[in-house]
Structures are given as structure tokens and as C-alpha cells.
């Protein structure tokens, strides 16, 4: 295996949990109201089945191999070429995906706090970082994920209760008004981000405890979840209706807060959000396309591949959206069919062909004793 | 070698810390604490606003300024007034920028003010450019002014910093509206389609003062259908409104009736209002259902409260009063004005989505029928630190 290092599988469920979230906190809330209106937390408990769906396929593959990747088992079940190409889309799509990720995590810092700063210069330091994370191995990686991750939530809970004042619990009503119809339609983008719970199955042959695994990811998808639904909650009660109007409700929620006039204005603390969320959603795909791409060339060591790969990602998120509606367009109409297909139903479909396979070889040796 | 490097590297990392291409200094700006919105000719707006003077920039102040007591703090005005033309906020706040110096930041602006003529024009577009911008806050408070806006800010108030301050405090002090920005912007795209903003106008100047030595002033609410004003209402019907939109705070509910031959006062301490909806055979209802729990806080009649006899009279006679407050509101607003500021529609929207839906176009002539009924629970809480009615004879004091 190329990767010597070990992580425990709770370090594995607090690095997914930012790693799903990092993105969605600020951007999903406005973008699931948009057509679930009042009833979007329902829609980010529907997209959670995706999720725990992706993290059930992970990890039952994991187990059929339980030292590979996908990047490996693929070639094992479809054999040397098919594996390889399909290795090659999950490859590229990674790195698409890093690019984009890392773009809107640089149109959110230029658009609200450094306007005047050049775009590429914000996108090349957060790379060198992740760079950096990603060259230390998994154990960096994990490790850092769990240092940020009660940076990461405990500020989400303050903005509860400062808020709480403010809140108009009254928006929720009337519930499902018309039909189930529209909390579908909301489900679908969130769900694009619990696909991503998929990611974990570069993770699951580091494990300590992989038979842990499946439980520990799908602890992390139910806490994803709940947030979701605290974070809807929570913008819909402030906000009500004006939500769509917003690009980034919880920065409104946050610049909204203030008691007894002089603690106000806490935007920087949803900048420290996003830029940890971003960090460690950031260096967990960067990771895994950096391994993915070692294993899928049969390298003994991936760090040659870190610095490339990472100018590969840079291009990718400064050629591939000219700007923000771009990027809004791609998350609504194609994010749902691009990110479901590779990270759900293929995995879903080589599961089959490796449980069916198994099956009938396990029959034929039966036959022949 | 290796530490060395490791702690110059740490060093630098300061350099990049300090924002990079976006650098600003606080003696760059020019920070906002109220801004004005006033209709020109031609479709052309005028934006003013108020700027905060650091201390070492204020001057020693206008002369003529009430003589000895100098004006505000320090001997010299704590703001400045400049204004620009443009054909929006964003063009007018462009060739405002051009007479100022320091580049003018929105971050603490916290009071905003739309002029009469503006608000009649309608001033959907003027709240884009709040919402869009991302420097103005959500939670700053907006108002509609008597005449001329930018007259408000000009203004040298003495108990506050500036202006908008003072206005902003009021609203604070719920002795009239609060109306922020995410609030009009929920009730422009609410479904009652109407708006309500408070009225600010300026307090005729004390004898022997300077003339812009005054403060502003809550005068009223400004009662908008869609997003252009169609009327005002006074500061007495404005507590009607508060008391049915659930946001009176600080009340201080005074009754004269003949039986008790005098005035007694009350002090509001809490109080909730409760709006329920009810379609009852095709008719829509309204049910408000308010708590009002007070103190009081003036007896002029020669009762005594202390006997609980006496005490109940007097609370009935205290319900009656914040009736006759709602009554009042309901009677200009939903009869007259036929604007539906209080929320009707998102309560009857909220508890019934279908009959909503069919009535929702036809709105504007379902509300003014909308029947409404009160219910008033007014409790006095204690007569407050004295028992007997001061200054007169105990046995002049009537039990009963």
C-alpha cells in the first residue's frame, strides 16, 4: 500500500462531517428554500438517505476489498482496461471537483471580504496549504480535520443562541403546503453533497478499526444532517422568506446577531468557518485525488504527484467557472446527475457485478467438488 | 539551520496576514452612521449622508452655537453632512465619493432614511442596493421622514452623537416603530403587500436656540401599499398597530373615565398579542387575543387602589383604553387604508394554505372585511410604591 499512516474511524467521521459541510453551510440553505421554500429542512432530511445509501455501498465494498480503493477494485472487477478508464473518469472528476470546490470557497472570500484581491492568489495559498496537508499523508490530514472540528461547530451552536431572540419560529407554517412535490425537487442539490460521503472509501483501508467504519460514517452522515436541519431552522426563522434572496443566508444570520449593541458584526467568524470547512474539504479531496492518481499509475509513493496535481486543480477552478451564476447554474442542473452518477450509482453498479460474481464463483466451485 | 528557517518562515507569514491587495486603514475611511434618500427632478435621487468626525478632526465647532454649552461633545460636531445627486443610490454614491477624501464604508451605518417624496415614488429599487451591497447591515433600522430626509441629518442633536443615533435609540426604546432592513424586505415581498415605516420629523428648536440645535423625532407611521406610501398615521394610532403587531414594549397607558372623576396611569410591564385566524362558513375572522400586565404609575382620582374592588374597576377601565387603541388602528388602517401592515394575510396563509391560495389574488378586497374581534386580558400587577392617593385627607379617600 502506498499509504503507510493510520486513522481511527471516529477521526474518519470528524473529517467527513466538515468535509460535507464545509461548502454547504453558507450556500445550501438559499439554494434548497429556492424550491422547497419553508419546507427545506424537510428536503436536507431527504437528501440525508443518499448519504447514508453512499456510506452503506462504501463500505460493503470496502469489505469485498478491503485492502483497495476504488481506483484498484475497479480493475478487479471489470478488468485491467475498464478499471482503468473508469479510474481515469473518477480521477478527473476529482480533480474537476477539487477545482470547483476550491472556487467557490475563493468567490465567497473575494466577493464578501477581499474584493480587491486577485482570485488566484487566494486559490494558490489555500492550495499550498492543502499541498502541504495532503504531502504529510493521512495521518496530517485526519489529524488536522480533528483539531478544526470543534473550531468548526462550536460557533455554529453560539449563532443559535445569540440569534435565538431574533428567531420567528412562525415560518416554518403551514408545512408541505404544496405537497411533497417541492421538498424532492429541494432534496436534490443537497444530495449532490452527501454523494460526497463517498470519498471516505479512499479512506476506509487506512482504518485502525475497519469494521467500525460503517458505523462511524454513518454517525457522521447523521450529524451532518442534524446540522443541515439546525442551519435551515435557524436561517428560515430569521429570515423567513427572504432566504432565496440571499446568496449566503448564514452570513446573514451572523451579521444579524447583536447584543446589547457592542457585540455585533461576526462575519469573520463565518469567514473562520468557511476557510476551515473549506481547508479540510479541500485537503481530504485533495488527498484522495493525489493517492487515487499513485495507485491508478501503480507509483510507490504519491508525493511526486502532490505539486502537479495541485497546478492541475488550480486551472480547473480558474478556467472552469467565468463566475458565480456559472457556478450556482452547474450546482442546480448538472451537479445532481454528475456528482449522483459517479459517486452512487456506479459504485452501486460495480457492487452488484462484484457480489454477483463472487456468487457464481463460489457456485462453480461447489460444482466442481 | 532548520529552526532558523522555520521561524523566519513564521515571521513572514505576518505579511500576508494583514489582507494583502485590500489593506485599509482606519484613518482611510470614512465611515457612515446614517444616510438620507431624497426624490430630485428628473427621476434623480439625492443621497446624504452623515460621516463620523474622528476627535482629532473636529473643529471648534459653529459659532453661535448656544454660546457656553458648545454644541455636542468636545467643542466641535461629531459628523458631517455631504450630499451627491445621481440617478440611483450607487451612481449618486459614486459622485459622492468624489467629495469625499476617504473612501466611505457602509459597515456601520445603522439608520436609514428615505424622504417623503421618495417613499411616495415607491423605493423597490432603492432596497436592491441594500441588499446587494455587502457592506450594509441587515439589522439597520429605515425610516420614512416629513419632507426633506437630508434636513434630518443635518441636525446637531445634544444628548446624542448624531442624529441618526438618536433615532435609532428610539426605535430601541419601542416608543415607536423598529423597522430593519430584513423586516422591509419581508414585508415588501410579504403577502399582505403593505409596508409600514416609522415617520421621523425634527422638533421645533427651544427658545434662544440654534436652529439646528434639535433632535429628531418619531412622528407616526408611514403606511406603504406595495412599495409607495399612501398615507401616515399618527403616533396615537401607531401604538394600535404596535400593540396588534405584537411589538409594544414600553407603554404607558393613561385612563380618564368620569366615574372616576381624575386620571390614572399605567405602566406597561409585559404584554403579548396573539393573532388567530378562523374561516368560519366562508367568513374570515381575525381573533386578537392580547395579556397586558401593568403597574401603575399615577393616581389622580380619590380612589383608593388598594381595595381590590376598586383595583378591578380600574383594570377594566385599562382594558378598555388598549380596545379603544387597537379599535382606532383597525378603523384607519383596515377600514381607511385598506393596507394590511399587521400580517393578516401570513397568518391566514399560514393556518389555511388552500382557502389561502384562492383569495390570495383578491386580497386587497378580502382584508378590509376581514372581521376582527378582541380580547383583552389587562391585569394590574401592584399600584405601584404608594397606597392611598397622595395629598388628600385619609377619610377623603373613597373604599369603594
Known sequence: MIEKGKISSLHLAMMMYPTILGTAVLVLPGMMAKYAKNDLWLSSILASLAGFLTVYIASRLHRLFPKETIIQYSQRILGTFAGKTLGFIYLFFYVHLTGIITREYADFIISMFLPLTPISVVITSMLLVAAMAVWGGVEVVGRTAVVFFPVFTIPLVFFVILVYTDLNPRNLLPVMEHGIIPVIKGALMPETWFSEFFLMSFFLPMLTDSEKGMKWGMASVTGVALTMVLINLVTLFLLGQEITTFTYPLMEVARYISIADFFENLQSVVMMLWVLGAFVKISVFFYAVALGTGQWLNLSDYRPLVLPLGFLVFLFSLWDLPNLSVLAHFQEKVGPYYLTSIQIVIPLLLLLIAVVRRRSRKAKEADRR | MKRVLLASAVCLTVLLACGCWDRTEVNDLALVMAAAIDKKEGNRIELSVEIFLPRSQRGGGISGMGGEQGGAKGGGKATLVRSAEGVNIADALARLQEEVPRKIRWGHCKVYIFGEETAKAGIFEKVDFFQRHPEVRTRAYVYVSKGNASRILEVLPPLERDSGEVIRELSKLHVGMGVTILDLKQMLRGEGGA?????????????????????????????????????????????????????????????????????????????????????????WKMHVEVKAEGDMVQNGTVLNPVRPEILGKMEKAFKDEIQNQLETALRTVQKKMKADIFGFAEEFHRKYPKQWHQVKDQWDDVYPKVEVTIDIKAHIRSPGAATHPAGIPEQEVKQE
Open chain 2, 195 to 283: 409596508v409600514a415605516l416609522p415617520m421621523v420629523d425634527i422638533l421645533s428648536p427651544r427658545k434662544g436656540q440654534h436652529e439646528l440645535e434639535t433632535a429628531p423625532y418619531l412622528f407616526g407611521t408611514a403606511v406603504f401599499k406595495k412599495d409607495k406610501m399612501i398615507g401616515r398615521i399618527t403616533q396615537n394610532e401607531t401604538r394600535g398597530v404596535m400593540w396588534l403587531k405584537n411589538e409594544i414594549r414600553n407603554a404607558t397607558v393613561t385612563v380618564k373615565e368620569e366615574e372616576f372623576e381624575g386620571s390614572v396611569s399605567f405602566h406597561q410591564i409585559r404584554a403579548t398579542t396573539k393573532l388567530t385566524p378562523k374561516i368560519e362558513r366562508g367568513k
